[in-house]
Antibody, heavy 115, light 107 residues
C-alpha cells in the first residue's frame, strides 16, 4: 500500500525557516517524481514544487522560488522541502504527492507563519 | 501559466442526482487533466486520469469527459459518501495548476 506521511510543520515567525519531510513507503520511491502542494486556509490548492526521480529536474512556483528548496534522499525514501524567509502568506497545509499525475497524496502538515 | 476555472464552487445534491463539475483551461492542455476527491482530514484520492479514464478501484458512477480546454467530472446517482471537495489538476505544463475546487454537499 502506497503511503506518504508528511511531518515538520508547526508555528514559525515571519522570516523564519522550517524543513518539511515526506516519508514514502509501499512503492519504489527512487522511480517516481515527487511534488509539494499547499492549501492556504479557505483557499484552493497551489502547486509548490516538483522534483524528478533522480533530482535532475526541479521546478518551483514563482511564489516560492529563491526561498524554498526541494530535495530527496532515495536511500531514505524521503522527500524534503526547506522553507526559508517564511511569510504570512506561506501559511497552509502542505501535502506531498507522487508523480506528475499526483496519483497518491499524504494527509498534509500544517505550517503557520505568524508573530 | 494555464489557469483552470472550476465551477460551481459549491453545490448541494440529493442522493440519486446526477452532478456535473466543470473545469475550463485558459489554453489547450490536450487530455492532461486529472480529478481528485478530498474529504476533511484525509488524503486526496485520485479518481479520473487523462480527462476520461477512471482510476482503478473508483466506483463507475464517476466519469470524466472533455479535451483541450473544457472538462467535466460527472457523478451519476450520487451517494451520501460522495460528499467531499473535488478539484482538477492540469499536468500539461509547468507551473502545474489546480482548479479552485468544488464542495459537494449531500442533502
Amino acid at each position: 500500500e502506497v503511503q506518504l506521511v508528511e511531518s515538520g510543520g508547526g508555528l514559525v515567525k515571519p522570516g523564519g525557516s522550517l524543513r518539511l519531510s515526506c516519508a514514502a513507503s509501499g512503492f519504489t520511491f527512487s522511480s517516481y517524481s515527487m511534488n509539494w502542494v499547499r492549501q492556504a486556509p479557505g483557499k484552493g490548492l497551489e502547486w509548490v514544487s516538483s522534483i524528478s526521480s533522480s533530482s535532475s529536474y526541479i521546478y518551483y512556483a514563482d511564489s516560492v522560488k529563491g526561498r524554498f528548496t526541494i530535495s530527496r534522499d532515495n536511500a531514505k525514501n524521503s522527500l524534503y522541502l526547506q522553507m526559508n524567509s517564511l511569510r504570512a502568506e506561506d501559511t497552509a497545509v502542505y501535502y506531498c504527492a507522487r508523480e506528475t499525475a499526483h496519483d497518491y497524496w499524504g494527509q498534509g502538515t500544517l505550517v503557520t507563519v505568524s508573530s | 501559466e494555464t489557469t483552470l476555472t472550476q465551477s460551481p464552487a459549491f453545490m448541494s445534491a440529493t442522493p440519486g442526482d446526477k452532478v456535473n463539475i466543470s473545469c475550463k483551461a485558459s489554453q489547450d492542455i490536450d487530455d492532461d487533466m486529472n480529478w481528485y476527491q478530498q474529504k476533511p482530514g484525509e488524503a486526496a484520492i485520485f479518481i479520473i486520469q487523462e480527462a476520461t479514464t477512471l482510476v482503478p478501484g473508483i466506483p463507475p458512477r464517476f466519469s470524466g469527459s472533455g479535451y483541450g480546454t473544457d472538462f467535466t467530472l460527472t457523478i451519476n446517482n450520487i451517494e451520501s459518501e460522495d460528499a467531499a471537495y473535488y478539484f482538477c489538476l492540469q499536468h500539461d505544463n509547468f507551473p502545474l495548476t489546480f482548479g479552485g475546487g468544488t464542495k459537494v454537499e449531500i442533502k
